[in-house]
């Protein structure tokens, strides 16, 4: 299936991955397995952007779908379908 991967305001990835988005053709089914082969794709700078030193999603990121929303890191397992649009996105606070 095709997937839309955005990187919203992380400069780091979009300049190892050369764009602010990419096309995958994926062979995994949830969104965990998709954060992972992002990260296994671009190389290590990426990964140890996206991953913590468990290999979750680290905690100062999140994660969109189809801009319906945040996708929270207890919800890794949920199903991806084709032309689904994931957003990588840096967590802001402050105040």
């Known amino acids: ?9 992380l400069p780091t990835v979009v ?4 764009s602010k988005s990419v096309v995958l053709d994926f062979a995994g089914t949830t969104v965990g397995d998709l954060v992972h ?7 290590s700078d990426v ?3 996206l991953l913590d030193e ?19 890191h207890d ?11 994931v957003t990588i996105m840096m967590l802001v606070a402050g105040g």
């Open 54 to 72: 468990t290999g979750n999603l680290d905690m100062h990121l999140a994660l969109a779908l189809n801009q319906q929303g945040i996708i929270r």
């Open 37 to 43: 082969e992002v990260a296994g794709k671009y190389g």
């Open 75 to 85: 919800q890794m397992d949920r199903p991806l379908h084709d032309g689904d649009r």
């Open 15 to 18: 300049k190892k991955v050369g």
């Open 47 to 49: 990964q140890k952007f």
């Open 1 to 9: 299936m095709k997937i839309t991967v955005e990187f919203l305001s």
